[in-house]
């Protein structure tokens, strides 16, 4: 391919059916991208998105359909093929070597890298490339320090390196702060409609679509629920296609303010650096009673730590926690004497053990004390199923018996699981963190609103979360955290994404 | 081109009910894959059979005659099975917690060492003082000794299975310096041994049955074992870590603890096993007590999964092999490493088995989910 033959192309998938043993994960679904326009690919967690990218990128052979590439049908065996005709993806996860400068990241990527390089010619080759693109990002530096919004930028100048035509974005925003997001959006959008690209965004985020997306494709359990132009699609139409209801859950109702009583005080928290990466170093971070406080900031800028300290996982260098004016140091002991419970995010990964059964599971919190918490030496199996009986039905768990691994349950009914575990009883602090990644629109519905009931009952709720939506959504007070510190810390009521996201990235 | 479609048939809900079969089809599965794993080996086995020139069905019959033919036979197995149920021990218990021991030959050797040198001051004041300070004295040891290993996992963060490994070799070389300098017995000349705990002293068969003691003593274990594990607090506390760590943190538990304990519990069988072998065969501690039971107590833990219980018919298996180790050399005239080629190819194919769980639509949960 040269220059002269750089343009969008067109893709259509027709009557695509895949199916995983007797699982029907796409059946009968369609999808017809034009050329230079940005195309959403809508739908819940399950919905079959990513296989159907997975089917036209060649990782997966569809077992019905057929593929048109600028309307004449192609067979995609194998990636290899995909990448012939130009087609590429950029994943969630970024796939960039982190040691590598931006430059051997590109040199490295393509398919017919010389057995000896010679970096100046490819250097300059690169800064020649570099000149035609409508962003730039800097050759010579690591990739691994550059911020994510960069990285995301650098994966896609990569793809245009690779000549590829015809790009799948997957979830390209959910690392990235508002401005990086809006920017990112913007300079694909711009790339499609000046014609040298057709782009497919894999999203859930509807505002994104309505801002930055021409056309959408939305599918529901592995069937194709409907397309249109998004400017004669309004955001309920959306909403309605992707659940198959006609409208979105309820945003959970708020009920008091906060009560000056503070059940969570961190004070001078500072944790071992790792790996270059500065340590924790939190002056003050209370969190009161009848109150949600959210804590903001771009992933990897201490959240994590922040809840490996709170949980126990990881050692604080000096510092004081307390819990209702008790020293807490996250002992089994102290959590069920405070009564602390922690909501982990990926719950089956972080909370449960996905080879013991949900019975066991559900019982986690509670097998070794007695009804009168005293220490029990011996489990109370029939008492255990009685107690996890009532938490399946007062949750709505679907479980094919409660005697199945946890690890079989889809992840909306591990979630429901953990809720009934951590919120059974007494909580007076409840420590949650990204509770709804990877859930589809009904289970982070419940997921959010079960946290807000607890707020109202009285928990006190400290909330790290990477989605500011969610965290706007749910806090009564929003906290930002940059390099391991608190920079910024307001009330959520009137409070602008924008501002946050300045404090997300450190500037203001 | 119309601006929109929406697709006008709503796509159907999975309904479904419950599987009251499954907790079943589980246990199958779980039986299942050792037994398909069993009959992959004794095929390869006998591809190996038959480059040698021999029968593989002559095979069988003559393991059969050696291990399980004749009270004599049994006798001869259930001998071998006896300290192997200890030894699994030494491997499931930690394994349960997830952690793979592979050092327990050193706990039945030291195990073994420290009954003896504990039983000789007081040799006089009768078995029934004797033997109970040996099993004392045989378990610390070996609960020590891998409790060592645990220590510098749960600690330093120290690959249990290397340090478990390489304190093997030391915990040998120490046995060896010991048996051979300062505590050998000037009388032994041929095979370097310590002095005698005295004859009357020693444990004797299972009357009538003339069983080996350790059967009962290891039936025992393995059992409040089970109990220990499947049953007890602190057990479910010990799988919760060994299924996921991150999980068993969050809830605070005592991780740590539960490895090191995990391990003390395991070395004192092994340790346990080393002192019945002194009390019940040897009378004194010498090389015989490394006879590779530590070994092969590794592979029967797999075999079993882990499961104290589920040991009980793999050590028999196991030792009926190696009871009829010696009438395979005789009457087939086979090497002496036949029967070791065999728990080899076992071993490779139970962990092979491994990925065959959940693998089996047949065995899996059914509706909802």
Redesign the interface.
């Known amino acids: 391919m040269n220059d002269a033959t750089m343009h969008a192309i067109g893709v259509e998938a027709i009557g695509i059916g895949k199916r995983f043993?007797?699982f029907n994960a796409l059946s009968d679904v369609s999808m017809k991208v034009h050329p230079a326009t940005v195309h959403g690919l809508l739908g819940e967690n399950g919905a079959g998105k990513s296989t159907l990218v997975k089917c036209l990128l060649g990782y997966y052979r569809a077992d019905e359909g057929s593929l048109l590439v600028d309307d004449k049908e192609v067979t995609i065996e194998r990636p290899a093929d995909a990448d012939a005709l130009g087609l590429g993806m950029v994943y969630q996860h970024f796939t960039l070597v982190p040691s590598m400068t931006v430059a051997e990241n590109l040199v490295m990527a393509r398919r017919n890298v010389p057995g000896v390089i010679d970096w100046r010619s490819e250097l300059a080759q690169l800064e020649d490339f570099m000149r035609g693109m409508p962003f730039k990002v800097p050759l010579t530096v690591e990739a691994g320090s550059l911020a994510a919004g960069e990285r995301q930028k650098t994966e896609i100048v990569k793809q245009l390196y690779l000549q590829r035509r015809f790009l799948v974005l997957d979830e390209p925003t959910s690392v990235l702060t508002p401005q990086e997001a809006d920017e990112m959006l913007g300079l694909v959008r711009d790339l499609a409609h000046s014609g040298q690209l057709t782009i497919v965004i894999i999203t859930h985020k509807l505002k994104e679509v309505a801002k930055f997306v021409d056309e959408v494709t939305v599918l529901?359990?592995?069937?194709?629920?409907?397309?249109?132009?998004v400017?004669?699609?309004g955001p309920t139409?959306l909403t309605a296609?992707m659940i198959?209801e006609p409208h979105a859950p309820a945003d959970p109702e708020r009920l008091g303010a906060p009560v000056n009583e503070v059940r969570l005080e961190v004070r001078d928290l500072r944790t071992a650096n790792d790996g270059g990466r500065a340590g924790l170093s939190v002056d003050h971070l209370t969190v009161n009673a009848h109150e949600i406080v959210g804590i903001a900031g771009v992933s990897g800028n201490g959240q994590k730590d922040l809840l490996e300290v709170l949980?126990?996982?990881q050692p604080m260098q000096s510092g004081t926690i307390a819990v209702d004016g008790t020293p807490y140091g996250?002992?089994?002991?102290?959590?069920?004497a405070l009564h602390v419970r922690?909501l982990?995010e990926e719950p089956l990964?972080?909370?449960?053990?996905?080879?013991?059964s949900v019975v066991?599971n559900l019982?986690?919190?509670s097998?070794?004390r007695g009804e009168t918490k005293t220490?029990?030496?011996?489990?109370d199996?029939a008492g255990m199923a009685a107690r996890a009986r009532s938490m399946i039905q007062a949750y709505g768990i679907?479980?094919?018996?409660a005697?199945?691994p946890i690890g079989?349950?889809?992840g909306g009914?591990v979630q429901r699981c953990v809720l009934a575990r951590e919120l059974d009883g007494v909580v007076r602090l409840l420590i949650v963190a990204n509770p709804c990644f990877g859930l589809d629109v009904k289970a982070v519905a419940e997921t959010r609103a079960r946290i807000m009931a607890a707020r109202n009952a009285g928990t006190a709720v400290l909330l790290i979360s990477e989605d500011l939506d969610e965290i706007m959504e749910l806090s009564d007070r929003i906290v930002v955290m940059h390099g391991g510190k608190v920079v910024h810390e307001m009330p959520a009521a009137g409070a602008d994404p924008q501002e946050i996201g300045k404090h997300m990235l450190g500037h203001g | 081109m119309t601006d929109a479609v929406i697709a006008t048939t709503p796509p159907t809900v999975a309904t479904g009910g419950g599987d009251a079969l499954y907790p079943i089809r589980h246990l199958l599965e779980a039986l299942v894959a050792p037994m398909l794993a069993l009959a992959v080996a004794a095929s390869l086995f006998s591809v190996f059979l038959l480059a040698l020139g021999q029968s593989p069905l002559d095979f069988v019959d003559l393991v059969w005659r050696g291990a399980f033919g004749s009270w004599f036979s049994w006798q001869n197995t259930l001998q071998r099975a006896a300290p192997l149920l200890l030894t699994a021990l030494c491997v499931a218990l930690p394994g349960q917690l997830g952690l793979v021991i592979i050092g327990g030959e050193a706990a039945v050797v030291l195990g073994g060492l420290a009954a003896t040198l504990i039983a000789l001051p007081v040799a006089g004041a009768g078995p029934f003082i004797v033997l109970p300070l040996m099993a004392l004295a045989g378990s610390a040891m070996g609960g020590l000794w891998i409790g060592l290993t645990g220590w510098l996992r749960a600690r330093l963060g120290v690959n249990e299975t290397i340090a478990s490994l390489v304190l093997a070799y030391i915990g040998m070389a120490i046995f060896n310096h010991l048996v051979e300098g300062p505590f050998r017995d000037p009388a032994s000349l041929n095979k370097p041994s310590t002095y005698g705990i005295g004859d009357g002293n020693m444990l004797g068969a299972i009357p009538v049955l003339e069983v080996h003691p350790g059967i009962p003593v290891g039936i025992i274990v393995c059992i409040a074992c089970w109990v220990l594990v499947f049953r007890s607090s602190a057990g479910f506390a010990g799988r919760v870590t060994g299924g996921n760590l991150r999980a068993a943190r969050l809830q605070g538990l005592p991780v740590s603890a539960l490895m090191i304990a995990s391990c003390v519990l395991g070395g004192a069988c092994a340790g346990l096993a080393g002192t019945i072998e002194v009390a019940a065969e040897y009378g004194r501690a010498n090389a015989s007590l490394a006879a590779g039971y530590g070994y092969t107590g590794i592979l029967i833990a797999f075999l079993a999964r882990f499961n104290p219980i589920a040991i009980l018919p793999m050590a028999v298996l196991l030792g009926g092999l190696g009871a009829a180790g010696g009438l395979l050399q005789r009457r087939m005239g086979l090497p002496d490493a036949t029967v070791q080629v065999l728990q080899g190819m076992i071993f490779v194919s139970i962990l092979a088995s491994e990925t065959f769980y959940g693998r089996i639509r047949w065995f899996q949960p059914r509706g909802n989910g």
């Open positions: 043993g007797a529901r359990r592995g069937k194709f629920a409907g397309a249109g132009l400017r004669s699609l139409d296609m198959g949980g126990g996982q996250a002992t089994r002991a102290e959590s069920q922690v982990p990964r972080n909370g449960c053990v996905p080879g013991m066991d019982a986690l919190r097998f070794d220490p029990r030496r011996w489990l199996r679907r479980a094919p018996s005697e199945v079989v349950l889809s009914n």
